[in-house]
């Protein structure tokens, strides 16, 4: 494999959020960065704006879900780069908001393809061409619901639970030809997932739930309130530039401490916390009030207190590598 080889890297959602800032980041890193898009319109800015920024950054339009589309970009992609990337970023998802009630099949289904099934027709794709190099780089985008689901997210969280779980098999299945595969594992922040995820929520007349669904205004302020993703982003340059990456990098105070506490807390305590936080419950006693609160605060824990991906206990690979610089 060439050193110019090893700095090819294809991030899909590259338009918006997190795909967007970590597409400029690894441009800026010195990769040769190819951007997926949904429309030429879209490819067009990010062009545009890369170029504003003295970088360059190529693009393909496709729909992650459209099977033929996607396998025609891969074959231009690999056709341009002498047998494909070195690299991918697995971006492009979004967030199905709504209790697993009243999300129909038609959108579990849409979740499911874009967030678990859309990523790993990609890896079939660009395995060949890494298996023939002798090694090659898989960054799979989860999320913190990844890790903890909670009410009103939960084909969310199914989506991203299931990302997790096959690039675990991934990672050992891959090594023997030398491709690594990575988990980063961010927490809240203001990359737009959450008011795409607003949108697609299923109407609430008739639902059981309607009186609960006021939580959409809520999440968009918190939403609006979170920082930027460029930690993730920073995460990404670090998995890649490192020798020996790590198997996860979660990014964030909020993925530490709420998985901490997830670990920690028996479930009947956990599942207390998160129906208040969610209006499933209210406290009734002052103490009760009291603890719910002090609780909700410390599981609310903004990204922007911790925004460096923190050290994976559960990962097998030496995180001290010299060549791993934490963002």
Do not use: C
């Amino acid at each position: 494999m060439t050193a110019e080889h090893a700095r090819t890297v294809v991030v899909t959602g590259a338009t918006s959020g997190i795909g967007r800032v970590t597409a400029l980041a690894l441009a800026r890193a010195g990769f040769a960065v190819t951007g997926t898009a949904t429309t030429p319109e879209k490819a067009a800015t990010l062009v545009e704006e890369a170029g504003r920024a003295g970088l360059t950054v190529q693009t393909e339009v496709f729909d992650v879900r459209d099977v033929d589309a996607t396998a025609e970009a891969f074959a231009r992609i690999s056709a341009r780069t002498g047998g494909g990337p070195w690299a991918v970023v697995n971006n492009a998802g979004y967030a199905q908001a709504g209790s697993v009630e009243d999300v129909s099949d038609e959108q579990a289904r849409a979740q499911l393809d874009v967030n678990v099934l859309a990523p790993v027709r990609i890896i079939r794709l660009v395995l060949p061409g890494m298996r023939a190099r002798g090694g090659g780089r898989i960054v799979n985008i989860s999320s913190f619901g990844g890790l903890i689901s909670t009410p009103f997210i939960g084909w969310y969280a199914a989506s991203k639970f299931a990302l997790e779980a096959l690039s675990d098999a991934l990672r050992l299945e891959l090594a023997q030809f030398g491709v690594s595969v990575v988990l980063i594992e961010p927490g809240g922040f203001n990359s737009g997932i959450w008011q795409r995820g607003v949108e697609q929520l299923p109407a609430p007349q008739d639902s059981a739930y309607a009186h609960l669904y006021g939580f959409a205004d809520a999440m968009m302020r918190y939403a609006d309130g979170l920082p930027g993703p460029e930690p993730v982003a920073r995460a990404v340059v670090a998995a890649l530039r490192s020798a020996r990456p790590r198997a996860r990098y979660p990014v964030g105070a909020d993925v530490r401490i709420g998985t901490a506490m997830e670990t920690l807390l028996p479930v009947a305590a956990a599942d207390y916390v998160k129906a208040v936080r969610y209006n499933l419950h209210t406290p009734r006693s002052r103490a009760g009030r009291i603890t719910a609160g002090l609780l909700y605060r410390l599981t609310s824990a903004r990204s922007a207190n911790d925004s460096r991906p923190t050290t994976d206990r559960r990962s097998t690979n030496d995180s001290r590598s010299t060549n791993d610089s934490r963002p």
